[in-house]
C-alpha cells in the first residue's frame, strides 16, 4: 500500500498523540504524578501478583473449632437472657408479697425512754401507722410525727420484719431552769429550747432564773431574751451546773449582773460568782466546799468565789 506524504505526516501525529494520551492516563492513575517507567511497572507487578493470590481453605478441623466457638457463644447468650427473666420474675414476685400482702402490715409500736412524754400524746401521732406497709412507713416519717414534741431531745426508730413492728425510743430533754413570764413558769433545759410554757411540768427541783426580760419565745424553740450575752451567760451557768452536778440543789440563778452573777443552794447558801471568767473552775470549787468536812451539812451564809482559787464562806 502506497502513502502519499502528506497522510504519512497525518498517520505519524495521530500516533503522537495516542502516546500522549497513554502518557496522561497512566499519569491520572497514578494520582497525577507523573512517575517514570520502572516505578510504573512496578505498581503492576504488585496489582499482577495480588490477583494472582490463592484463597486458603480452611481445614476440617478448623471450621469445626469455628462451629464449637460460636454455638457456646448461643447457648451463653441464652443462659444470660434465662438468669435475666428469672431474676425479673423473682424481684415481681418478693415485691408482690412486700408491698401488696397484709403479711408485713405493722402489728405493734412501742415505745421506750418517756418520762414526760405521754403515751397518749405519742399515740395521737403515730398510732395510725399500725397496720400499714412495714416497708413503705420510713424512719423518717416516724420521726418527723413527733418532732413537733417539745420534751423530745433525739429518736431512734427500729422496724423488726418478724413479727412486723415498730420500736421508738426517746430520748427527753431534761428541764434546767425556768423562768416567769406573764404568770407561766417557761420551762427551759440547758440549751435553752423551751420545754413547757403553761405550768405543766413542776418546777420544784429546777433553779427560778432571775433578771431576764424577754416575751420572744416559743414552745420547742430556743428562749432569746433582749439581751445576747445574758442569753450565753445564761446557756453557760445552766450547762455548768449540769456538768457539776449541783443543779438538783439550786434554787434561784440571778442574772441581774453579768458581773455579779448569784445562785442561791439548798435555801441556805447564797453564792457570789462574779462574772462568768472561769466560772466550771468556780463551781467545781463550790462543790468541793459544801462537800467538806469544814461546813455543816445545815450550815447557812455565804460563800464568796470572786478570790482567785478560793472559796471564802461566811455565816
Not at 476440617?60 to 438468669?83: G, N, T, V
Not at 416519717?141 to 413537733?148: E, I
Not at 412486723?164 to 423562768?179: F, L
Not at 448569784?262 to 468556780?282: H, P, T, W
Amino acid at each position: 500500500m502506497i502513502i502519499c506524504a502528506p497522510a504519512a505526516q497525518k498517520l505519524k501525529g495521530n500516533r503522537c498523540n495516542m502516546d500522549k494520551n497513554d502518557g496522561k492516563k497512566r499519569s491520572a492513575a497514578m494520582h497525577g504524578r507523573r512517575v517514570k517507567k520502572s516505578e510504573y511497572d512496578g505498581v503492576k507487578k504488585r496489582s499482577e501478583t495480588e490477583k494472582k493470590t490463592e484463597i486458603r481453605l480452611l481445614s476440617e478441623e478448623e471450621i469445626r473449632k469455628k462451629y464449637r466457638a460460636q454455638y457456646r457463644q448461643k447457648q451463653l447468650k441464652e443462659q444470660r437472657i434465662r438468669a435475666l427473666l428469672v431474676t425479673l420474675c423473682v424481684i415481681i414476685v418478693v415485691s408482690i408479697l412486700v408491698f401488696m400482702t397484709p403479711i408485713f402490715n405493722i402489728r405493734s409500736i412501742s415505745v421506750a425512754g418517756n418520762q414526760i412524754v405521754t403515751l397518749e400524746e405519742i399515740d395521737d401521732r403515730i398510732g395510725s401507722l399500725s397496720g400499714e406497709n412495714l416497708f413503705r412507713v420510713s424512719t423518717e416519717t416516724v420521726r418527723g410525727r413527733l418532732s413537733d414534741l417539745a420534751y423530745i431531745d433525739s429518736i431512734t426508730v427500729t422496724k423488726r420484719v418478724f413479727p412486723p413492728s415498730i420500736k421508738v425510743e426517746i430520748t427527753e430533754c431534761r428541764p434546767a431552769g425556768y423562768i416567769k413570764i406573764n404568770g407561766y413558769d417557761v420551762v427551759i433545759d440547758s440549751s435553752l429550747k423551751v420545754l413547757d410554757d403553761k405550768n405543766n411540768l413542776p418546777t420544784q427541783s429546777i433553779p427560778e432564773i432571775t433578771g431576764l426580760n424577754s416575751d420572744n419565745y416559743k414552745k420547742g424553740k430556743v428562749f432569746e431574751t433582749d439581751s445576747r450575752e445574758k442569753d450565753d451567760v445564761l446557756k453557760l451557768c445552766l450547762e455548768r451546773m449540769e456538768e457539776t452536778g449541783i443543779i438538783s440543789g439550786v434554787n434561784s440563778i440571778d442574772l441581774s449582773n453579768l458581773t455579779g452573777i448569784e445562785f442561791m443552794y439548798q435555801n441556805r447558801i447564797k453564792v457570789l460568782c462574779g462574772s462568768q471568767i472561769d466560772l466550771a473552775r468556780k463551781l467545781a470549787l463550790f462543790r468541793e466546799t459544801v462537800m467538806s468536812s469544814n461546813i455543816d451539812a445545815d450550815a447557812k451564809g455565804t460563800i464568796d468565789l470572786t478570790v482567785s482559787g478560793k472559796a471564802v464562806f461566811d455565816r
